[in-house]
């Protein structure tokens, strides 16, 4: 029986539910990583529905010394360690129980964590009897599909159990369309001051810069790695000025550019580098409150120096891969930025394990690494209130 209250992680409030909720189906997940499981329920942009998500799987491997090593996890966080004698205390998740995303999640696009598929902002917050109750509202108009983000080299028992509910859909009275004047938008406004209000463009400026240790990642980091670095700057513009608490799509004009050093395992002095470097086609913007937020997505056009992760038959995020970037900024102590890279893998794709998405890090601010989000508020562009055929 789902809770009367839902738990909306997007910020960590509790909300009374409207209604009862109904369930729609039960799906499980396998351990091992497979054909992503599907919903047959196809998920509408903007409504409300709640995943209970329950079940631990247990993954272990033995090293070339013998010694058998393992953990135990239930969809979001490492809690024990099956052999904590054979590794060391910062690594042991009995000692630190730490995110790591075994639950993957996609409504399109490519598989992510489960947060940032539902957008949700933030974390999921560890509860110790590995059951989760998530309210989301749909971020876009799809099925949800599930997979487990573990290697296929590992040997894995278990596998996760999820509900979906939603409540039933209300129909909606059609209302007659009026007929207005078509061209642009300020034509189309009902008075003077909306025409000039409509006709006008606007641009929000952000900055994003990023180096240190990510908290959450796929792949772990390889041996050698020292830090990353994400340095993304640039404006998203709009057709009209967007609205508080709203996504608005926008156009992107952005340099994005994110850099991984490992220390050689040759020489201790010599230090390499990875660099990615992404075009943004499209972007999200929202604010309101203390938070704003950018969603940009696009195509990966260079990868040179050290690839961080590779697939199980050695491919890795190349040109002409999808990139994006998910940046939060929390105004005005920016203790709680947060910002999200993913990369995919075409070439992963065509692979038995069917891996979507390769190379994926998730930043926080903390000791071990440095983080600073500014995103601008919606700004009007000089000049930009004029329409052809209309007077603002």
């Known amino acids: ?75 979001f966080y490492c809690f024990e360690e099956l052999n904590e004698a054979a590794v060391s205390p910062t690594s042991s998740c009995t000692k630190n129980i730490r995110y790591l995303g075994a639950l993957r999640a996609r409504i399109g696009g490519f598989n992510d964590f489960v947060e940032t598929a539902l957008g949700i902002q933030g974390r999921i917050p560890y509860q110790p009897s590995h059951a989760y109750v998530v309210g989301f509202r749909a971020p876009r108009t799809g099925a949800l599909s599930f997979v487990s983000s573990k290697l296929i080299t590992l040997s894995l028992q278990g596998s996760f159990q999820l509900k979906l509910y939603g409540s039933a859909a209300k129909k909606k009275k059609r209302k007659k369309k009026k007929k207005r004047i078509t061209g642009c938008p300020a034509a189309r406004a009902s008075g003077p001051q909306a025409r000039a209000a409509s006709a006008c463009h606007w641009e929000v400026s952000f900055h994003v810069e990023q180096k240190g240790v990510p908290a959450a990642s796929t792949p772990a980091p390889g041996t050698g790695f020292v830090e990353t670095e994400t340095n993304a700057v640039g404006k998203i513009f709009f057709n009209a000025k967007p609205k508080p608490g709203r996504y608005a799509a926008g156009r992107p004009a952005a340099v994005i550019v994110h850099t991984e050093t490992y220390q050689s395992a040759f020489n201790p002095f010599s230090f390499l580098e990875g660099e990615v470097r992404t075009t943004p086609l499209s972007a999200r913007y929202r ?87 500014t995103i601008g508020p919606p700004r009007q562009l000089a000049g930009s209130c004029r329409c052809r055929g209309t007077t603002p």
Do not use: W
């Not at 942009?45 to 993954?59: A, D, K, P």
């Not at 090293?63 to 996890?73: A, F, S």
């Not at 065509?350 to 601010?365: A, T, Y």
């Open 1 to 75: 029986m789902i809770a009367s209250v839902l738990l909306a992680m997007a910020c960590g409030e509790v909300h009374q539910a409207a209604a009862a909720p109904r369930l729609l189906e039960t799906l499980t997940v396998p351990a091992a990583p497979s054909t992503p499981v599907t919903t047959k329920t196809t998920l509408k942009q903007g409504r409300q529905y709640t995943l209970e998500v329950r079940g631990i799987v247990t993954s272990s491997t033995t090293r070339p010394d013998g010694v058998t090593i393992g953990e135990r996890e239930d969809a």
């Open 287 to 373: 604010y309101g409150g203390r938070e704003a937020e950018v969603r940009i997505a696009g195509v990966v056009t260079s990868v040179t120096g050290v690839v961080y992760g590779k697939s199980g038959q050695g491919h890795s995020t190349a040109a002409g891969d999808r990139g994006s970037l998910a940046a939060t900024v929390d105004f005005p102590f920016h203790r709680d930025d947060f910002l999200d890279v993913r990369y995919g893998c075409s070439a992963c794709e065509k692979e038995p394990s069917g891996i979507f998405g390769l190379h994926l890090h998730r930043f926080d601010v903390g000791p071990n690494n440095k983080l600073r989000v």
